[in-house]
């Protein structure tokens, strides 16, 4: 008895060789399928306890709800390690990438009166939605969100197309493929404007590339801001 | 076999007995309930809460259900001198261990289903049906909850109650710490230091390999692959833990 009852303790140390073996494996899946945990070293408060607790997701909703108050009390320069916080602990939560990106390149720029300030806090939007899309490549969300604050707040039209080029490779709302026409034919790509048109006529957009296509066949332009350039409409 | 599952099934009508399990229940339902709280953010922020704190909940209060049942298993029998009558019939002490530990898994496994409904009805209440991620995980939750009660059963067949009530949420804090300890391996250029590392973190119950509720709850899938080799990695370690067990009540004066 005293003799077998030694194979048990031999055994249960034996197995210590194929679970070593095993965690090598499962340490490399980890990194493959981007399932590591990242080294969290601020802010402490109640989140870090809990990132040391194993409870990253709910640390990162913490700080969530801390964002929420903080924006509706208005301080949006307070919000920004707390993005950075939340997108360390959840990279993969596209959310924070995208809603952090607004934040610095609309509401923290609306807010602001020198122009040189301005441009710093667009630039940190679309820095950080950069970084975002490193994390996320995948998907059209944050390839289509930063498409759209060249398009729309930068009004620099050829990284708009080189993005929303990026996001309709991927599943995505029709949208995203209309916004493609639009900042083609302002980065003065008619033709690729023209044919994205008529890639949008089997959407729901339908209506809108019907008259695009029409507009951009007779007078050569269809998006207002464009008309405008070109003296086709007066600017309003 | 038939003797394992009579120690299985008296260890689990004894749990249920008792009123621990009942009141880890209810709190872990209201902490969950809780979450419908995030109802002011918007719809998709929600449901990850929901998600969050759910899996949080079902993990550490299994935790302390695996721990607390495994922990009165042994000592309890000691105390209440049941275990004379057990071991004086012909059961084996290697079938009062793994009929505690099958017993143990049974509640674990009660608690973890009864808290995981509750959590996806709560879901369904939202209109968000659970896909298969969210069941990849729990499952991996379970694994991890009887890895925590077999390596608690084990301690508690050769020390003291407090000691083992100390020692398992050590474990569990440290075994979730698994990440930053690789990260201090990895930088470390002694080679010895790097073997010995490597050494501890092997020992070391690695519960850190279960978490991938964090990729789940944003819509990430995870591999069956990944699901198998954890898996098999938790089997592994509760056979280790069990098999210690055995033999350190196999040497136990009683």
Same mark, same amino acid.
């Given at each position: 008895?005293?003799?077998?009852?030694?194979?048990?303790?031999?055994?249960?140390?034996?197995?210590?060789?194929?679970?070593?073996?095993?965690?090598?494996?499962?340490?490399?899946?980890?990194?493959?399928?981007?399932?590591?945990?990242?080294?969290?070293?601020?802010?402490?408060?109640?989140? /870090?306890?809990?990132?040391?607790?194993?409870?990253?997701?709910?640390?990162?909703?913490?700080?969530?709800?801390?964002?929420?108050?903080?924006?509706?009390? /208005?301080?949006?320069?307070?919000?920004?390690?707390?993005?950075?916080?939340?997108?360390?602990?959840?990279?993969?939560?596209?959310?924070?990438?995208?809603?952090?990106?607004?934040?610095?390149?609309?509401?923290?720029?609306?807010?602001?009166?020198?122009?040189?300030?301005?441009?710093?806090?667009?630039?940190?939007?679309?820095?950080?939605?950069?970084?975002?899309?490193?994390?996320?490549?995948?998907?059209?969300?944050?390839?289509?969100?930063?498409?759209?604050?060249?398009?729309?707040?930068?009004?620099?039209?050829?990284?708009?197309?080189?993005?929303?080029?990026?996001?309709?490779?991927?599943?995505?709302?029709?949208?995203?493929?209309?916004?493609?026409?639009?900042?083609?034919?302002?980065?003065?790509?008619?033709?690729?404007?023209?044919?994205?048109?008529?890639?949008?006529?089997?959407?729901?957009?339908?209506?809108?590339?019907?008259?695009?296509?029409?507009?951009?066949?007779?007078? /050569?332009?269809?998006?207002?801001?464009?008309?405008?350039?070109?003296?086709?409409?007066?600017?309003? | 076999?038939?003797?394992? =599952?009579?120690?299985?099934?008296?260890?689990?009508?004894?749990?249920?007995?008792?009123?621990?399990? +009942?009141?880890?229940?209810?709190?872990?339902?209201?902490?969950?309930?809780?979450?419908?709280?995030?109802?002011?953010?918007?719809?998709?922020?929600?449901?990850?809460?929901?998600?969050?704190?759910?899996?949080?909940?079902?993990?550490?209060?299994?935790?302390?259900?695996?721990?607390?049942?495994?922990?009165?298993?042994?000592?309890?029998?000691?105390?209440?001198?049941?275990?004379?009558? $057990?071991?004086?019939?012909?059961?084996?002490?290697?079938?009062?261990?793994?009929?505690?530990?099958?017993?143990?898994? &049974?509640?674990?496994?009660?608690?973890?289903?009864?808290?995981? $409904?509750?959590?996806?009805?709560?879901?369904?209440?939202?209109?968000?049906?659970?896909?298969?991620?969210?069941?990849?995980? &729990?499952?991996?939750? +379970?694994?991890?909850?009887?890895?925590?009660?077999?390596?608690? &059963?084990?301690?508690?067949?050769?020390?003291?109650?407090?000691?083992?009530?100390?020692?398992?949420?050590?474990?569990?804090?440290?075994?979730?710490?698994?990440?930053?300890?690789?990260? *201090?391996?990895?930088?470390?250029?002694?080679?010895?230091?790097?073997? *010995?590392?490597?050494?501890?973190?092997?020992?070391?119950?690695?519960?850190?390999?279960?978490?991938?509720?964090?990729?789940?709850?944003?819509?990430?899938?995870?591999? =069956?692959? +990944?699901?198998?080799?954890?898996?098999?990695?938790? *089997?592994?370690?509760?056979?280790?833990?069990?098999?210690?067990?055995?033999?350190?009540?196999?040497?136990?004066?009683?």
């Amino acid at each position: 008895m005293k003799n077998k009852n030694w194979v048990n303790l031999f055994i249960a140390i034996l197995l210590y060789i194929p679970m070593g073996f095993l965690q090598v494996n499962i340490d490399y899946r980890r990194k493959l399928e981007d399932l590591e945990a990242r080294l969290l070293l601020m802010p402490g408060q109640v989140a /870090g306890s809990l990132v040391l607790g194993g409870f990253r997701g709910v640390a990162a909703d913490l700080l969530w709800l801390n964002i929420e108050d903080l924006w509706h009390h /208005g301080h949006t320069h307070k919000l920004l390690p707390l993005f950075e916080s939340v997108a360390w602990l959840q990279p993969r939560y596209i959310t924070v990438w995208a809603v952090g990106g607004w934040h610095m390149a609309y509401n923290i720029y609306a807010t602001l009166e020198d122009e040189k300030e301005k441009k710093y806090w667009y630039e940190q939007g679309v820095s950080f939605l950069k970084k975002g899309i490193a994390y996320n490549p995948e998907q059209y969300d944050l390839y289509f969100e930063l498409g759209w604050t060249y398009y729309n707040k930068g009004e620099d039209y050829s990284n708009a197309v080189k993005y929303l080029e990026k996001a309709v490779k991927f599943p995505a709302p029709d949208y995203v493929k209309s916004l493609l026409a639009h900042a083609y034919e302002n980065n003065e790509q008619v033709d690729e404007a023209v044919q994205q048109w008529t890639k949008v006529l089997d959407t729901g957009f339908k209506p809108i590339a019907q008259r695009a296509l029409i507009s951009l066949k007779t007078d /050569g332009a269809f998006t207002p801001k464009r008309r405008t350039r070109l003296g086709l409409d007066k600017e309003t | 076999m038939g003797k394992v =599952w009579v120690i299985a099934s008296n260890t689990f009508r004894e749990a249920l007995r008792k009123k621990t399990l +009942y009141i880890l229940l209810v709190v872990a339902l209201v902490a969950i309930g809780t979450s419908r709280f995030f109802s002011f953010l918007a719809a998709q922020d929600e449901l990850k809460m929901i998600k969050d704190v759910s899996f949080a909940t079902i993990e550490f209060f299994g935790a302390i259900l695996a721990i607390f049942t495994a922990i009165g298993a042994v000592s309890g029998e000691i105390e209440k001198k049941t275990i004379y009558t $057990l071991l004086s019939k012909p059961i084996t002490r290697r079938n009062f261990i793994l009929g505690k530990f099958v017993g143990q898994s &049974l509640i674990i496994l009660l608690n973890a289903v009864l808290i995981s $409904l509750f959590f996806i009805g709560l879901l369904i209440s939202k209109k968000a049906v659970p896909d298969i991620e969210i069941y990849k995980s &729990l499952l991996l939750i +379970y694994v991890e909850l009887l890895m925590i009660g077999s390596i608690t &059963l084990a301690v508690a067949t050769f020390a003291t109650d407090a000691f083992n009530i100390i020692f398992s949420f050590f474990l569990f804090i440290v075994g979730n710490l698994t990440v930053y300890f690789k990260q *201090l391996v990895d930088r470390t250029e002694n080679i010895v230091f790097k073997g *010995l590392g490597e050494m501890v973190r092997t020992v070391i119950p690695n519960y850190e390999n279960f978490n991938i509720r964090d990729q789940v709850v944003v819509g990430v899938s995870v591999s =069956w692959k +990944y699901i198998g080799q954890t898996t098999l990695y938790g *089997l592994i370690y509760i056979t280790i833990a069990v098999l210690i067990g055995i033999y350190f009540f196999q040497k136990r004066e009683v």
